[in-house]
């Protein structure tokens, strides 16, 4: 069994090593890419009124409550512009809403919005749809 470890430890790293020598060809793009999104975040921001909207309500109950305490743990792989989304969106909520949140959260929230949209459109849903693209 120390063999098969040994193995798949070492293709863990040449992964990571392949990873990290493509993330470090691309900083230029990545940069650019950074600049734009957070230029038309601050555009679209702007375009928001002053005064806080009033949410959409859902036209179907919630199957989740963000309110209810997790307890199960697991453990999933992002990127690192994922991950640098993730604390961007958090830090502009906080600083530009007043809306304190953790990464944790914003990623359930996610799921159960993606999980509410599939129940509520099926085949039509966005989640069948980029499936099909990425499937072909």
């Known amino acids: 069994m120390g063999m098969f470890d040994d193995l798949h430890k070492q293709d863990l790293a040449d992964k990571a090593k392949h990873a990290r020598a493509e ?9 650019t890419n950074k600049k734009t999104s957070l230029q038309a975040n601050k555009k679209a921001f702007k375009q928001v009124s002053g005064e806080p ?3 959409t309500p859902l036209p179907f109950p919630p199957r989740f409550d963000i309110g209810a305490e997790p307890y199960s743990q697991a453990t999933f ?7 640098y989304a993730l604390d961007d969106l958090k830090r502009d909520l906080n600083r530009q809403r007043e809306l304190k949140t953790t990464k ?3 990623v359930r929230l996610a799921v159960h919005r993606l999980v509410e949209e599939y129940d509520q459109n099926g085949d039509d849903s966005w989640l069948v749809q980029q499936l099909l693209v990425r499937n072909k």
């Not at 993330?23 to 940069?31: G, N, T």
């Not at 792989?77 to 991950?83: S, V």
Request: hydrophobic share 30%.
């Open 23 to 31: 993330h470090a060809s691309k900083p230029a793009f990545l940069e």
């Open 53 to 55: 909207s009033t949410p």
């Open 77 to 83: 792989k992002f990127t690192d512009d994922e991950l």
């Open 104 to 106: 944790q959260n914003l």
